[in-house]
């Protein structure tokens, strides 16, 4: 048990406990960051990945719906930034503003201090080359992703997924240093189970760390397990609306084959087009992934035997209907609505038909199975949290993914990193 009392708590950090830690602790408060994971020292390569990505313990196989729906995201310091491709999108300004939420400023300092560009098009592959002036031809929009990258850094090693060796990108790790450089405490290892409730006030946390049960206590609570944690951990608190609305922003990935053309040696994701995201809830993106085993948990045995150095891809990512849901006991439910395939389906045609015309060979194409890279809404706003991000207990708020109203169909870290950017301005 831990003596000391903390004004904050924060359970978790990824892109929301992390950046909401050091926001207060730059403002001089008492924070301590509990962290389920450890700061992994060996970072990319299927093989790494296999340890920090959530996954089976006996078959390492990745953790699934119960209709079999992998929803990635891993557990360790810096949480899924850690295996982001770098993309840093403004995204759910229309849905927050619903709630009256305006994040314009939080994006802006984020922007900068991640140092968010359009792609450097000199960094292009010949494979997106040709797929950028095939879907110029045919009147689609892909232009450069805006990313937080650091090309000084990087190698093109095109594997940014599997976590990337070289710190050559933004991830919550540059957050949580500053939170500790002014003076916040984090411990790993340290698994939240529930959260200590008083008078209806939250009053600290008990879970388990390294040497066994710990409850540590503290002015205020700011959850941030992530989409798929934070529910269970508020369901053993008893708020039993959590856990329902659960999306994905599913995705498939379509690839074909070319007589010379790939895109390795490239960032993930160079590429975006968004013209279909507000009329038809769907974006597509370049996407090769490099690693076999990878495809062939996405792809099956056609996946893992597609020729990566003669290959092309295009991701499909889509705002899906929010009807999964998360169980106290971790599992959860995500089924792939008939809605959900129809715009899969739309965006992957629109993708053959770029892909077909930057020299892909029509018979050649694998399309993967939808799985899901950004769980969220699981304590969505204006149903389990308030606009200001607090639950029905006093000092019991959240800070990531999961306060969501619904799917956003775009990469989330730069929209929750300002959601919580936003938050630690509330308690000044
Ligand atoms: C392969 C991949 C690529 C992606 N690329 C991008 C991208 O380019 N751009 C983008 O915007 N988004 C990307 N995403 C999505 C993005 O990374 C996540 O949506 C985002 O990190 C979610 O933030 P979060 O704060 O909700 O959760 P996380 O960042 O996952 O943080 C949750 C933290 O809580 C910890 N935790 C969990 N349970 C507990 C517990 N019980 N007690 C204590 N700690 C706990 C976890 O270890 C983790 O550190 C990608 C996702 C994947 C899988």
């Known amino acids: 048990m831990k003596s000391k009392k903390y004004e904050f708590i924060i359970v978790g950090a990824g892109a929301g406990g992390a950046t909401v830690a050091r926001e207060l602790a730059k403002r001089g408060k008492i924070v301590l960051v509990l962290e389920q994971g450890k700061r992994e020292k060996k970072l990319g390569g299927a093989i790494n990945s296999l340890r920090y990505f959530d996954h089976h313990k006996v078959t390492m196989w990745p953790k699934a719906s119960k209709e079999g729906t992998f929803l990635y995201r891993t557990i360790m310091a810096g949480g899924t930034t850690m295996v982001s491709c770098a993309n840093g999108i403004r995204c759910g ?17 984020a922007e900068q201090e991640m140092g968010i560009a359009p792609f450097n098009l000199k960094w292009l592959s010949k494979g997106s080359k040709k797929i950028l002036e095939a879907s110029k031809e045919l009147g689609y929009k892909m232009e450069p992703t805006p990313k937080f990258m650091r090309y000084n850094k990087c190698r093109r090693c095109g594997t940014c997924c599997l976590g990337c060796p070289y710190d050559a990108k933004w991830t919550s790790l540059d957050y949580l240093d500053e939170a ?7 411990m790993y290892k340290t698994a939240i189970e529930s959260v200590l409730v008083a008078h209806g006030k939250a009053v600290g946390v008990r879970g388990k760390g ?6 540590i206590f503290s002015d205020a609570v700011i959850i941030a397990a992530g989409g798929l944690a934070t529910p269970v951990i508020l369901q053993k608190t008893g708020i039993e609306d959590a856990g329902a609305n659960l999306f994905g922003d599913l995705l498939v990935n379509t690839y074909g084959v070319t007589k010379n053309l790939s895109q390795l040696e490239e960032p993930l994701m160079a590429l975006v087009d968004t013209e ?52 106290p006991d971790g599992s959860y439910s995500k089924p792939v609505t008939k809605n959900d395939r129809a715009r899969l389906k739309e965006g992957s045609d629109i993708a053959k038909k770029i892909l077909v015309r930057a020299g892909v060979n029509s018979k050649s194409f694998v399309v993967g199975n939808p799985v899901g890279a950004h769980p969220g809404g ?9 606009k200001n991000l607090q639950t029905k207990i006093d000092n ?33």
């Open 396 to 428: 019991l708020f959240v800070c990531d993914a999961s306060v969501f109203p619904t799917s956003l169909g775009a990469p989330p870290i730069l929209t929750i990193a300002a959601l919580a950017k936003r938050l630690a301005k509330t308690f000044v």
């Open 276 to 327: 279909f995201h507000a009329s038809k809830g769907f974006i597509l993106s370049t996407w090769l992934q490099q690693s076999r085993l990878h495809r062939f948990v996405e792809a099956g045995v056609q996946g893992a035997l597609l020729p990566a150095n003669r290959s092309l891809g295009i991701m499909v990512k889509i705002a899906d209907d929010p009807i999964g849901r998360v169980y």
């Open 93 to 109: 300004e229309d849905e927050l503003a619903a709630f009256g939420i305006n994040l314009n400023d939080e994006f802006s300092e």
């Open 180 to 186: 500790i450089k002014h003076g916040a405490e984090i």
């Open 210 to 215: 390294p040497e066994g049960q710990v409850e």
């Open 378 to 386: 699981t304590a969505a706003i204006g149903k389990v949290v308030d």
